[in-house]
Nanobody
């Protein structure tokens, strides 16, 4: 299984970006998918998760109302739409495949990870 994340870049505060994560190899049929982020010197932080069916997404409190997770199962692709970005959102963002259909916030609930895409938000 390979996960390829893309879409990061430099954006001004208040701006938007959309991240994509393409899954190849074994598909993510029946698996939840998630996004995490990590800043230098900090632990990897849960951002959002979506089940296989796309119902009941789960978000970190820090991004609720600003970020939207979605997926296109026909394209084996996971997305993260990030709006109203703030400097605190600066991090490397990772997509991950859940071990089950309803992975929780813990990184140990995920078994395959993408390489990360860097998001930098300037003030």
């Amino acid at each position: 299984v390979q996960l390829q994340a893309s879409g990061g870049g430099l954006v001004q505060a208040g701006g938007s970006l959309r991240l994509s994560c393409v899954v190849s190899g074994r598909t993510f049929i029946g698996k939840g998918m998630g996004w995490f982020r990590q800043s230098p010197g900090k632990e990897r932080e849960f951002v959002a998760r979506m089940s296989w069916s796309g119902s009941v997404p789960l978000y970190a409190d820090s991004v609720t109302g600003r970020f939207i997770i979605s997926r296109d199962n026909a394209k084996n692709t996971l997305y993260l739409r990030m709006n109203s970005l703030q400097p605190d959102d600066t991090a490397t963002y990772y997509c991950a495949r859940g071990k089950t259909n309803w992975p929780a916030r813990n990184p140990t609930d995920y078994d395959y990870w993408g390489q990360g895409t860097l998001v930098t938000v300037s003030s």
